[in-house]
T-cell receptor, first 118, second 115 residues
Framework: AQTVTQSQPEMSVQEAETVTLSCTYDTSENNYYLFWYKQPPSRQMILVIRQEAYKQQNATENRFSVNFQKAAKSFSLKISDSQLGDTAMYFCAFMKRTTQGGSEKLVFGKGTKLTVNP | GAGVSQSPRYKVAKRGQDVALRCDPISGHVSLFWYQQALGQGPEFLTYFQNEAQLDKSGLPSDRFFAERPEGSVSTLKIQRTQQEDSAVYLC?????????????FGEGSWLTVV
């Protein structure tokens, strides 16, 4: 079974600074996706960034980038120029292709609570 | 609709009561998922539909949990004889088709408190 571990329950950063959130995962699969989701107090999970395991180049989305180390099974999220609106829970998630009729369930970590301070 | 819509947003149930949670996915989305998120935890998979077919229900915690999507659009998650450990946020999600790695869009969840 796949597992996703986020070792930092809480993090804080000053506005405009850079913060890195850690994520490790365990799988024997070769073909999979990794995601970072943001969950504000409204509880809606919002996709931040995604990475396909076959792509060596790290994904970037504006101020968000990842450091994907496939051999080490590590997938960290870097947030540059942190903004107050980045305050939220951040979840790392793993998706593998299944044979059960295309069910591509996400496996989530326990999350990291990020607070951006003014 | 513009996004995944869930109702009710908040539900307080007395222990032993039955509850029904509704999910209206994004129009045209083939895949629909239900997740359960307990306090302080990440979401955990409950069940998956491809159109009206329930293809994976491996995450349903007991036979008190039942989900359906009879016409391949709106889905209902029903919990019978609720217990305190059922208290959680129930998240519904949908994706457009079966392409691997498709973006999965989440609703805001239904907060269930069993007292």
């Amino acid at each position: 079974a796949q597992t996703v571990t986020q070792s930092q329950p809480e993090m804080s950063v000053q506005e405009a600074e850079t913060v890195t959130l850690s994520c490790t995962y365990d799988t024997s699969e070769n073909n999979y996706y990794l995601f970072w989701y943001k969950q504000p107090p409204s509880r809606q999970m919002i996709l931040v960034i995604r990475q396909e395991a076959y792509k060596q180049q790290n994904a970037t989305e504006n101020r968000f980038s990842v450091n994907f180390q496939k051999a080490a099974k590590s997938f960290s999220l870097k947030i540059s120029d942190s903004q107050l609106g980045d305050t939220a829970m951040y979840f790392c998630a793993f998706m593998k292709r299944t044979t059960q009729g295309g069910s591509e369930k996400l496996v989530f970590g326990k999350g990291t609570k990020l607070t951006v301070n003014p | 609709g513009a996004g995944v819509s869930q109702s009710p947003r908040y539900k307080v149930a007395k222990r032993g009561q039955d509850v029904a949670l509704r999910c209206d996915p994004i129009s045209g989305h083939v895949s629909l998922f239900w997740y359960q998120q307990a306090l302080g935890q990440g979401p955990e998979f409950l069940t998956y539909f491809q159109n009206e077919a329930q293809l994976d229900k491996s995450g349903l915690p007991s036979d008190r949990f039942f989900a359906e999507r009879p016409e391949g659009s709106v889905s209902t998650l029903k919990i019978q004889r609720t217990q305190q450990e059922d208290s959680a946020v129930y998240l519904c999600a949908s994706s457009l088709n079966l392409a691997f790695g498709n973006t999965i869009y989440f609703g805001e969840g239904s907060w269930l408190t069993v007292v």
